[in-house]
């Protein structure tokens, strides 16, 4: 018996016709031989046996090769806009995939927020955002991403286009989705849906489910290192003051974020908003702002407030005034950590300042803002997660606040996000409705 003769048999059955199952053949041929010719190499703990595959690694290597034959994917093309659009659109293309009971090919994502302008989106895969391996590990047994290269038979596709426009309702859309969990598509190795943004518009799954795919989303280490220095950089700024204040040093002081949308971009839309929706609760002027704000009860004073801005903003000193003594608002420039964000793209900066919004102890938003809105939907995953019960107690950890919203006391009105809403229209548009 020998090497040629070994690498033409059939693998268990399976004709031996693609490149990663004739490896595993090969290694269990090379180990069949070793243990027919030197018997003795098996259970003889003399020899050193790292350098050979052992019997649990073919086990693993035949497993994850015949795991990887049954396997079927999901093609989705570039995600595009904003980083809450992104995310958005990510995690449908992950629950589309999860219902087709398929695995969701690593997508493009977009550095860039020039959507309007084709070539100007710059496409940047998945892993070069955040941690494939670790999206895998955490959303085990939900949903799961591939590698191009998993793909056997790169032809055999179908296309799925899914419709736009007024008639392509949400429920044609969804039973679009159905029939191609059903034959004949199933047999396909990879469904690729096309279309324009397939997945900004139409939404069938519960918040639930998406904040289960956001939870698995973990930047990549250096980007999560910046998110660090940016952290660190803000508690400093906080123990600095409460030595000053005479207050015992902490090891880490808390801090408190506010995504504080006053830019005149936003003041348009949601003067639109508010017009269109006949409410009045959308826009805050950062006068309203600061002053609930400074009202909300029990926070340890002095504290560090954290402004999230737009970048307009960081020359306008008028947002740094007027807070109420003992709440001492940074931004990035004040903070001197421009120059972490400036070195990265768009995609990245909102990233970390996601990242930071998410860390506070106190977090306060809009509740019309998509940003404001995903971070409260992952800080809600995460007080259910260290089982607190009454999530809207008004001495709750890590509580997170609308500033659109009157409270109590004429503070903003404690925010969590419904984790039994139907689906995540809420997030996606803005509410006033915010469950506590
Ligand atoms: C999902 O796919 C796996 C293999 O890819 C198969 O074993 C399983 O039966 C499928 N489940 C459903 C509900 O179709
Ligand atoms: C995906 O496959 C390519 C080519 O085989 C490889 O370079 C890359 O590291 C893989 N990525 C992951 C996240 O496994
Ligand atoms: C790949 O898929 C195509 C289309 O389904 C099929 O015609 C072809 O035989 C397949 N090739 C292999 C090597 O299985
Ligand atoms: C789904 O399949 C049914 C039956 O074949 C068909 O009538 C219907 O138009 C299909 N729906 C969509 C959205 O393609
Ligand atoms: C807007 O709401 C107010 C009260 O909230 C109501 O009196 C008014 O009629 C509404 N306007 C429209 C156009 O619906
Ligand atoms: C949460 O959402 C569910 C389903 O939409 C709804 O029935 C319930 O009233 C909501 N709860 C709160 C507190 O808004």
Redesign the pocket.
Known sequence: MDLLQCKQLRFFGIPLNCLPCKCVALAVCVLLLRALMFPAFFGNNGIDQKNFLGIRDIEILVNSDLHRRNQKFVEVPQIIWGLNNQKIAFARACLTARMLNRTLLMPSLSASLFYKEVDLLQPILFDKVFQFEKFNSLCEGFVQLANFSDVLNRTDVVELEKGSGRRWTIERDFDQLRNFSKKPYDSYEVIRIVGKNPFLWHDHWP?KDYAKVFECLVLVEDVLRDADKVVSRIREVGKEAKTNDGSQSLLSAPYVAVHMRVEKDWMIHCKNLERKFNITEICSSKEQIMERVGNIKGLDTPVTVYLAVADSLLEDKSILGGWKEGLLPFEKKKLGVVDIYKQRPYLFQSAIDYEVCLRADVFIGNSFSTFSSLVVLDRTQKMINMAISDLCAPSVRWPSYAYNLLGESNGPRLWVA??????LQSISYGSN????
């Open positions: 918040a419904n984790m039994s809403d139907s689906n409705q915010i469950s506590c």
